[in-house]
């Protein structure tokens, strides 16, 4: 277990209920949201997607933030494949502060793979789907406050006068990995905070994404 947050270390408990509930096949993963770049900070079962301490979030815009399902602050049961194809039915809830500020999320991971030969008497329980692939869209509820907040931790307290050209491509990379980019107004937070204009973003972004 990395260092947490005070105020995420009461999860601990929840999750390793969950897990215990669920049996093996069942993995829960707490991300502490305040270093977007290390965020995993504890897992239980971790052997159902590898999810290790210290990585980053993956799904969080793509398939919880975005997701037409995401409400009071959940997305559940979404579909993700892991890299050696088994399929995987996730569960997002982020996690707020006393002040209600999100500062970090609960993933529950269930690995269907065992499941199929019960097929027929489980199709309620694996009642899952996947969404279409994202475009650019307008944020909705609190989401912009969240990828805002995101943003500013991913640059941190970077002296941005003394960033370089690669520097400055490495940081937009890792956001357009992480979906940041799929929410409208995330190009221009992120020109403002690196202090460079919107049309080089999208100059950095093509040569991103063409590499």
């Known amino acids: 277990m990395a260092q947490m947050n005070n105020e995420l270390v009461k999860y601990i408990s929840i999750a390793n209920v969950i897990a215990q509930t669920f049996g093996k096949y069942c993995e829960v993963v707490i991300h502490d949201l305040s270093i977007p770049q290390n965020s995993v900070v504890y897992t239980v079962n971790n ?69 199929h030969n019960m097929k027929n008497f489980l199709d309620e329980f694996m009642a899952a789907e996947q969404e279409e692939p994202k475009t650019i869209v307008e944020p909705f509820e609190n989401i912009m406050e969240i990828v805002d907040d995101l943003i500013d931790k991913i640059i941190g307290n970077t002296q941005i006068e003394t960033l370089k050209r690669k520097d400055k491509i490495e940081l937009i990379s890792f956001m357009d990995k992480k979906g940041l980019f799929l929410i409208k107004g995330a190009v221009e937070k992120t020109a403002e905070k690196l202090q460079i204009s919107k049309v080089t973003v999208y100059s950095y972004l093509d040569e991103i994404r063409k590499s």
């Not at 579909?79 to 707020?96: F, H, P, Y």
Request: some cysteine.
């Open 47 to 115: 052997h159902v997607t590898g999810r290790k301490v210290g990585q980053s979030f993956e799904h969080l815009i793509k398939d919880v933030l975005l997701s037409k399902k995401f409400e009071h602050d959940c997305t559940a049961n979404y579909v993700t494949i892991t890299e050696d194809g088994r399929k995987i039915k996730s569960s997002t809830a982020l996690i707020r502060n006393s002040e209600n500020k999100v500062i970090g999320a609960l993933c529950i991971n269930y690995d269907l793979e065992h499941l």
